[in-house]
């Protein structure tokens, strides 16, 4: 299983390109990157030659976002990278903020992050945040991306979105089961108070016209897109995919009838042949 047991402290004392390698796990190396000014951790697996790197959501982190993708997507076919963004999961600190522009701050670090592991071209694989700042660095990169994979994600925040947030806004409501991954990674008062402040953040695009986030980058998107929706959703409404199918070039839109938010980790195995084979169709253009 490729599970990365090295402590954040240690984490924390490897130099910027230091790369720690476990014995028991052969394919997974765990490292710290100095990137724009942060030193980003990350997972890395595979030898295959397409790169792909994933993007986790809100307060996400390798850690409680993608073990089911780094530990089975095809070792041999691709090259995983995951990341813990700047302020989430082993890449603080800093302690995280979320100005107006924090998802094309994202975005950068994701891409300089896979340039400075010596990638030229690359695939991204975002959820639902990690989805926005993939829309981002797509539209910005058009020469460095291969192809994307989205779920979960939005262009612009609604009414009903803000509805949703008020409603998820404050974390003791949440269930334990929802929470503990969380809880686990910052502890209870910084992940609640973590959260709060990334309501916050994402209500602050309410205020621009049409709630945008990066509805004025999407026409500029040229990489082959899959667009996955779960249809059980409860907190993304199905508005957002049919958005993004219709605004960005090419884009498909893969319905999951039983998938709700978190449908990559609920059902990886149809997750992982669905993006598997998506990355590996060969474009006829
Ligand atoms: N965007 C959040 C993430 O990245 C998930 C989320 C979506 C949370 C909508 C609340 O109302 C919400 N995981």
Same mark, same amino acid.
């Given at each position: 299983m490729a599970t990365c047991l090295i402590s954040a402290g240690r984490l924390r004392n490897l130099r910027r390109t230091t790369t720690a390698r476990h014995s028991y796990c052969s394919s997974l190396t765990c490292g710290r990157q100095n990137v724009n000014g942060v030193d980003l951790y990350y997972e890395k697996t595979g030898t295959g030659k397409h790169a792909v790197v994933l993007l986790p959501?809100?307060?996400?982190?390798?850690k409680t976002d993608f073990q089911p993708q780094l530990k089975s997507l095809n070792k041999?076919? $691709?090259?995983?990278?995951? =990341?813990? !963004?700047?302020?989430?999961? @082993? *890449?603080?600190?800093?302690?995280?903020? $979320?100005?107006?522009? $924090? +998802?094309?701050? %994202?975005?950068?670090?994701?891409? %300089?992050l896979m340039r400075t592991l010596g990638f030229v071209k690359f695939s991204l694989l975002g959820w639902s945040d990690g989805g926005i700042a993939a829309l981002i660095a797509a539209a910005k990169n058009p020469a460095l991306i291969n192809k994307m994979v989205i779920w979960g994600s939005n262009a612009f925040v609604s009414q009903q979105d803000l509805d949703i947030y008020k409603a998820v806004c404050d974390v003791s409501t =949440? *269930?334990?089961?929802?929470r503990a991954p969380m809880e686990e990674v910052y502890g209870a008062e910084v992940f609640a108070k973590t959260w709060e402040a990334w309501v916050n953040?994402?209500?602050? +695009?309410a205020h621009r016209p049409q709630g945008n986030i990066c509805i004025d980058l999407l026409p500029l998107i040229r990489c082959p897109t899959l667009i996955?929706?779960?249809?059980?959703? /409860?907190?993304?409404? *199905?508005?957002? /995919?049919? +958005? @993004?199918?219709?605004?960005?070039?090419? *884009?498909?839109?893969? @319905?999951? !009838?039983?998938?709700?938010?978190? @449908?990559?980790?609920? $059902? /990886?195995?149809e997750f992982n042949n669905l993006v598997e084979d998506f990355l590996q169709e060969r474009q006829n253009d």
């Open positions: 959501g809100a307060l996400g982190n390798t041999d076919v $691709f090259t995983v990278v995951g =990341w813990d !963004p700047r302020g989430y999961g @082993l *890449s603080r600190p800093p302690d995280r903020d $979320f100005p107006l522009d $924090f +998802f094309e701050n %994202d975005a950068r670090d994701a891409v %300089d =949440w *269930s334990t089961r929802m953040g994402i209500e602050q +695009f996955i929706h779960g249809e059980k959703d /409860p907190i993304v409404p *199905s508005c957002h /995919p049919y +958005f @993004l199918l219709k605004h960005i070039r090419g *884009s498909r839109l893969h @319905l999951m !009838p039983d998938g709700k938010h978190n @449908l990559h980790l609920r $059902f /990886p195995e």
